[in-house]
């Protein structure tokens, strides 16, 4: 048996045995308005429902171990007391992934993850269209529990509206545990997915990903290629130049002439078996040959 005192251990170690072991937990994809009105969307797994009477999310987005500086989802919830709690399905954990990278103060987490804003009806903050349920929410406390790198800020949040999808209910109205398909976070870049088991996503780029607003409508309107594809292709820190791509082709004749086939079909599917490979870099090759 290891015993670990907290007080003997660096805060980014002692992060890691506390993810490591309290889990699965369930994913707060927080939607949120800063001070001049702009979308911020980011997840947060330090979260869960304490009461349903009156109905009570807390999430925390705590401070960074690594600069003690704090999330923009921090600042406009504590100013505005307004967000929306998106939950994660498994079609869009990889978009969900793209948006927690660390971008600039301002930058639409939307936009870069491709997914699509939807008005709320009672908080200004934008719901997650594409999320099996969406809770609209205002901010009723909010509690530091300290000023170094690696505290947490409990967000108490009471529901105020939730929107439900329809084709995740079952026969008497309630939600269906297979069909909301829900993941969860585990330790280091492991998820759970409810009745599936675990898998992993590779934590966004340390640099910025290129965005899936980077990504050619072409693309992003395929009929092959998912919204997790897209996250994938969106997580690469630059395009591969017209030298690369044809280098690729002259090794590989099988794909040259796929691309001389001109199916565009074709082309995603194998895109997208390269993208389950974990090879977005080789996809992208593909993708932009011609």
Not at 100 to 123: C, H, I, Q, R
Not at 206 to 231: C, F, H, Q, Y
Not at 280 to 285: G, H, I, Q, R
């Amino acid at each position: 048996m290891v015993s670990i005192t907290p007080g003997e251990l660096s805060t980014g170690k002692l992060h890691q045995y506390l993810l490591g072991a309290v889990g699965p937990r369930p994913i707060a994809f927080a939607s949120t308005l800063d001070s001049q009105g702009r979308p911020n969307l980011s997840p947060f797994s330090f979260f869960n429902v304490f009461g349903s009477n009156p109905p009570t999310l807390i999430f925390s987005p705590a401070r960074r171990g690594r600069d003690n500086t704090v999330k923009h989802t921090y600042n406009n919830a504590k100013a505005n007391k307004e967000v929306v709690i998106n939950i994660v399905n498994f079609d869009m954990v990889q978009q969900m992934s793209l948006s927690s990278t660390e971008y600039a103060e301002g930058v639409n987490e939307f936009d870069k993850a491709g997914l699509t804003m939807l008005p709320s009806e009672l908080v200004k903050p934008f719901r997650v269209a594409e999320s099996p349920v969406q809770l609209e929410c205002k901010v009723k406390e909010v509690v530091e529990l300290g000023q170094e790198g690696g505290a947490g800020n409990l967000i108490i949040c009471e529901v105020l509206k939730m929107h439900i999808k329809e084709e995740i209910l079952d026969e008497h109205g309630f939600i269906d545990q297979h069909k909301i398909d829900q993941v969860a976070r585990m330790g280091g870049d492991w998820y759970t997915r409810a009745n599936m088991g675990m898998f992993e996503v590779p934590k966004p780029l340390s640099t910025l990903g290129i965005g899936v607003d980077a990504i050619s409508a072409e693309i992003r309107d395929s009929k092959i290629l998912t919204g997790n594809d897209l996250g994938k292709l969106g997580n690469v820190e630059r395009l591969p130049s017209e030298e690369e791509i044809q280098g690729y082709l002259n090794e590989n004749s099988e794909i040259a002439d796929l691309i001389k086939s001109g199916d565009k079909n074709k082309i995603h599917l194998k895109a997208q078996e390269l993208l389950k490979q974990e090879k977005p870099e080789t996809a992208w090759k593909i993708l932009l040959a011609k």
